[in-house]
């Protein structure tokens, strides 16, 4: 509850000196923040960041999917069913993951 209240009395500070800045200073924001966006460094740096979130999304799915199903397992007790999916799961992601590496090799 408390993080709700300070989230909306920022809400009501933005707005407060957002209407008192103007349109006119909005709009210079705006445009230092487009310039700075589309910079070649700034540009640069995100295309790093989608390709390493790129590769290393199926290793989160897949670790995301192990820890659930260890979770189910044991809280279920059919822990020894859910570690032979595991091991298959995992067998499944390094397939995946080779057939991905050759298909960028030979692009």
Do not use: C, H
């Not at 209407?19 to 790093?48: C, N």
């Not at 192990?66 to 069913?81: D, L, N, P, W």
């Amino acid at each position: 509850m408390k993080g709700k209240i300070l989230f909306i009395a920022g809400l009501g500070v933005g707005y407060v000196l957002g209407t008192k800045a103007g349109r006119e200073r909005y709009e210079q924001i705006a445009a230092v923040a487009g310039r700075f966006w589309g910079s070649p460094l700034v540009q640069k740096q995100v295309d790093t960041v989608e390709g390493f979130v790129r590769d290393k999304a199926p290793d989160v799915a897949e670790f995301a999917g192990e820890t659930v199903k260890k979770v189910v397992g044991a809280a279920t007790g059919r822990g020894s069913t859910a570690a032979k999916r595991s091991a298959a799961a995992k067998k499944a992601a390094a397939t995946r993951r080779a057939n991905a590496a050759r298909s960028q090799s030979d692009d």
